[in-house]
């Protein structure tokens, strides 16, 4: 009698954590009725699981709901923080060679701002703002555009930013780059394509080292490594 009293009480737990068990609710009003267990009690184990619960449900980011029904927003801001990383702010030009999208992309943020502040139809919403302003964005500036100067000085020749650039082409072109000018810190007023793949490869490096997901291989670390190439340069260095 004393183990199937002992069994009648785990299972008694078990249907009260929702886990697959031979307790039915008739049987659980029946021994309550008589007082084998109490009406209102609660395993313990049962309520941690409902305190995790409540927990995880009050913080959860507003931006991790959003981001799975907004990709396409949120790439785009993914492509803003690359260029953050590159250039050290969020004005991106409105001619911007590497994402000519993502300056009219910018823009239209701080149009739709506007709107939203103003309680107009928008595609902003309180979710974006918050991304935005964490990114550091300034809602008031508008994008630079080249001045007569810089689009009159002469740059390097170098080959379109194509996606059918390989990464071994763009490896070579940071040698030519390295023995030419005995170091590797290509501005990127100077060669933009180079520039932003050098960045990419320190942003993919740095996934790989907190164990995020990365396209850089191995052998393309080890590539990187044998001619001397600097993973923790920060891009106010450049």
Known sequence: LGNWARMQKTQCRLYREGTPTSMTPNRLRQLESIGFIPKHSQDPKALVKKKKKQHDATTT??????RTDDKEWFAQLDDLKCYKFVEGNCNVPSCYPPNMKLGGWVNDQRNNYKKWQQEKPSNMTKQRVLALEHLGFDW?????????????????????????VSWETRLEQLITYSDKHNHMHVPFSL???LSSWISRQRIEYKRHENNQPSI???????ALDNIGFDWSLSPQQQ
């Open 61 to 66: 980011s507003p931006l991790e709901e959003i």
């Open 140 to 164: 008031q500036q508008t994008p630079p555009k080249q001045t007569s100067q810089q689009q009159t000085q002469p740059q390097e020749q170098h080959p379109v930013n194509r996606s059918n």
């Open 191 to 193: 060669n933009p394509p």
């Open 216 to 222: 850089l291989t191995l052998e393309q670390m080890e």
